[in-house]
């Protein structure tokens, strides 16, 4: 389960603002990458207590059931929460990589409250945002922080396929959320590939040939 041990260490050195980073999406067949950040009380014991009371978790570990609860539960309590996106024709240009590098800056650029260091699931983002940071893998099962961020960045990716679900009908998207299940391998074979395809993806290309 994630705990506060890596927020600890950032607030040995004096930070206080430390954001949680993760993304949603990256291995999706169609559609975004979306990244969030979140920034935790960490100077209220008693919520962060029902934070981990209440089970947040990895995303993965969820189901989506429990994701909608710990989702409001997290937008309630946080400090800040941002949100960052890049789309399939990014992803398609510039590489995932470089796409969820760009949608987690975007998620951290838009916090109302300025972080002052970063907690961040896998990805390096020195590059790009000139704040103290730690990247390690699995973050979002070994941080609470990151936990949070995964959570949200799950849930709100997972909305925006279900909307998008009715301005491209056929593919399920409101089901599979643009992974690589049968019914969407299928559908590409039916009805080709839409702007929501990621088409440098193997899979696709694949399917497209």
């Known amino acids: 389960m994630p705990s506060l041990e890596l927020e600890q260490e950032f607030l040995a050195q004096g930070y206080r603002l430390i954001a949680g980073v993760d993304e949603a999406g990256r291995g999706a067949w169609a559609g975004p990458v979306i990244a969030a950040a979140v920034i935790l009380p960490l100077d209220k014991p008693q919520v962060l207590k029902e934070l981990t009371e209440s089970g947040v978790n990895d995303s993965k570990q969820l189901s989506a059931r429990q994701r909608e609860r710990l989702y409001r539960l997290i937008r309630e309590r946080a400090v800040a929460v941002g949100m960052g996106g890049v789309s399939a024709r990014f992803i398609d240009r510039d590489g995932i990589l470089k796409a ?88 590409l074979e039916c009805i080709g590939a839409s702007e929501l395809h990621r088409r440098s993806f193997r899979p696709v290309a694949k399917l497209l040939a």
């Open 100 to 187: 969820t590098r760009k949608a987690m800056q975007r998620a951290i650029s838009i916090l109302p409250t300025p972080p002052e260091a970063l907690l961040i699931d896998a990805v390096d983002l020195s590059s790009l945002v000139p704040l103290p940071q730690k990247f390690l893998p699995f973050g979002d099962s070994r941080s609470l922080s990151i936990a949070a961020a995964s959570i949200v960045a799950k849930v709100s990716r997972d909305a925006f396929m279900a909307q998008l679900d009715a301005l491209y009908p056929g593919y399920d998207f409101a089901r599979h959320k643009g992974y690589g299940t049968r019914r969407h391998r299928e559908a």
